[in-house]
């Protein structure tokens, strides 16, 4: 399922943070390569796209994070 929000760290320094979904403002965790080890690119405040997958601990991760153009 695709979603849509702001991201709200800067990607090129964290490997990690939180998106606040447009939709109902719940914040999902992501953790990603800096852009600098080959991870996406994205500003605070940029709309992204990200599919939710459940990970083994119960929690929610944004992964495939693509940037809205």
Do not use: C, W
Not at 37 to 48: D, I, K, N, S
């Amino acid at each position: 399922m695709e979603k849509h929000a702001d991201e709200p760290l800067d990607s090129s320094r964290a490997g990690i943070g939180y998106i606040t979904n447009d939709a109902d403002g719940r914040e999902i965790f992501f953790r990603v390569k800096s852009s600098v080890e080959g991870g996406p690119t994205f500003l605070p405040g940029q709309a992204v796209t990200y599919e939710v997958q459940e990970g083994p601990d119960g929690r929610l991760y944004a992964i495939n994070i693509e940037v809205v153009e």
